[in-house]
């Protein structure tokens, strides 16, 4: 990705071709932001500011608060809130925020699952022993501590100190991949060849000592 009009754009294709496709029936666009000199942040329209995110709150308030203040990219059919956040410093990604917030409830969908299950949307959902987890991949050069805060790290849950680590910093394309083939895999088996790859990569971050450890990957290109 060279910089943040390509982010941007990227977003807004995916963003359209959901809309398309009824996998996002709630939406707020990419936009960007001059946040310094040389230095842009891309968002979404109507973004209140996320610090209460970071806050010891009870997942279910905290989902209530982001669906009521509408802080995300897209709200998927069953209620999950995407967030797709970047910002690039001289043309260069220097943090993002790609986060992934599951309804914490359910029970809607599961205990009714004759009135969903003709729809591929709630297919994976339907089974009662699903648990909600909430997941969110970062990339922030400023906080790097080698093997204490990798620049690129997977978040599962809202564990602090949770920080898996990542190969690179990803495209918006390969979160929203990740996000659908994972926890809607059967709507995305049918909708994958509709949405494309753009080949927007970045450059490996992760360190020997890190790549030593547990970590995620994807090809760099």
């Known amino acids: ?3 943040a009009s390509d982010a941007r754009d990227e977003i807004n294709q995916i963003t359209r071709k959901l809309i398309e496709l009824g996998l996002s029936d709630d939406q707020n666009y990419a936009v960007l932001r001059e946040i310094g000199a040389s230095r842009i942040e891309v968002t979404f329209q109507g973004d209140t500011g996320l610090a209460y995110v970071l806050k010891n709150t009870p997942y279910s308030d905290l989902y209530k608060e982001l669906k009521s203040n509408r802080d995300y990219n897209m709200s998927l059919p069953d209620g999950g809130l995407i967030q797709i956040q970047y910002v690039f410093q001289d043309d260069e990604v220097d943090k993002h925020r790609l986060a992934f917030f599951p309804s914490p409830d359910l ?29 969110r991949f970062d990339f922030d050069r400023q906080a790097y501590v080698e093997n204490e805060h990798p620049m690129s790290h997977v978040t599962i849950g809202q564990y602090k100190n949770c920080r898996i680590p990542m190969r690179s910093a990803i495209s918006p394309f390969r979160f929203m991949e990740f996000i659908l083939g994972s926890f809607y895999n059967t709507a995305y088996r049918n909708f994958r060849d509709q949405i494309t790859d753009n080949g927007l990569m970045h450059p490996e971050t992760i360190t020997d000592l890190e790549a030593r450890r547990v970590h995620f990957g994807l090809e760099c290109r």
Do not use: G, R
């Open 1 to 3: 990705m060279t910089n």
């Open 107 to 135: 029970s809607e969908f599961q205990n009714e699952p004759e009135v969903y299950e003709m729809d591929l949307v709630y297919a994976d959902i339907l089974e009662s022993k699903v648990v909600t987890t909430p997941l």
